[in-house]
């Protein structure tokens, strides 16, 4: 496991926030790293029904290694109607797995489950994985396109200090139809060729950092139906709480500032999000 999954996060919630007026879906979440349990045990309905309170009624269960997707299933099926799972070997992990060949056919085989409904996280991360393995990182993002276009599944995209490789490995692949920047982090030029493309871009609680105003700007210029939203939870906690446990829940908070820079009403963006959501993922019955 990487030091990003590894780090502690024995940390202080976030608080609770205030309700939103209308219903929205958390599509990146890890609950495996807050709830510490199986996937159907009562720390995970906990979470799930905390969030519900809020308005955030389903969420995204992302893989980023082999167990830990399995994992991922285990939650769609457990929470059927509230989760559901996307697998993957995290741009991290690929290129530290023994046998990575045999790894990619699991996570395929994975992919078959019905409530399994995206390829990722997957990508290029340039800020933790050292040049000499970016090959085989870049082979592994380019074996779970493959399988997303094989499986018609969405492909979740991680992408850290590697924007122009990104594009290009999905140029010389040919993306496979919905395609999903997870915690977008390019800047507005970026942004644009992505929604040129049809891609969506999922903001999570980054965009409300100060030293941020490029995500901002991005965000300022991305259609409603290209949006998404999202926690990385237990990561990423939204201003004033950054650094704090995050959770689905904070999704209520993102969505309100995000609300405010592009001056439209909070119902209008959980609808829009919502409604993308179902779109890319389907149905969570």
Not at 32 to 38: D, G, H, R, V
Not at 57 to 77: F, H, K, N, P, T
């Amino acid at each position: 496991m990487s030091d990003r999954h590894n780090r502690d996060i024995d940390r202080i919630p976030a608080p609770l926030p205030e309700p939103l007026p209308a219903p929205t879906i958390d599509s990146h979440c890890h609950l495996e790293l807050i709830a510490n349990s199986a996937p159907d045990a009562p720390e995970v309905k906990a979470i799930l029904d905390e969030a519900e309170s809020v308005g955030i009624e389903q969420v995204l269960q992302i893989g980023y290694d082999l167990e830990q997707s399995r994992w991922s299933v285990g939650v769609a099926e457990a929470w059927v109607g509230r989760a559901l799972a996307a697998v993957a070997l995290h741009p991290n992990e690929a290129p530290m797995v023994d046998d990575l060949d045999e790894q990619l056919r699991e996570i395929e085989k994975l992919a078959t489950h019905p409530r399994v409904r995206g390829i990722g996280e997957t990508g290029l991360d340039y800020f933790r994985t050292p040049e000499e393995l970016r090959s085989k990182q870049e082979f592994s993002f380019r074996s779970h396109i493959a399988i997303a276009k094989r499986m018609n599944k969405a492909l979740i995209i991680h992408d850290r200090d590697a924007h122009e490789d990104i594009l290009r490995v999905l140029t010389d692949e040919g993306a496979p139809e919905k395609v999903i920047f997870h915690c977008y982090s390019g800047d507005a030029e970026m942004a644009q060729r992505c929604i040129n493309a049809g891609y969506y871009l999922s903001f999570s609680g980054t965009v409300t950092f100060k030293n941020a105003p490029e995500l901002r700007e991005a965000l300022s210029l991305t259609p409603l139906e290209n949006l998404l939203v999202e926690t990385d939870a237990p990561f990423l906690a939204p201003a004033p709480y950054r650094g704090a446990l995050n959770s689905p829940a904070q999704i209520a908070r993102t969505i309100r500032f995000m609300a405010e820079v592009v001056n439209r009403p909070v119902e209008e963006l959980c609808d829009a999000t919502r409604g993308n959501a179902l779109r890319v993922f389907g149905d969570f019955t």
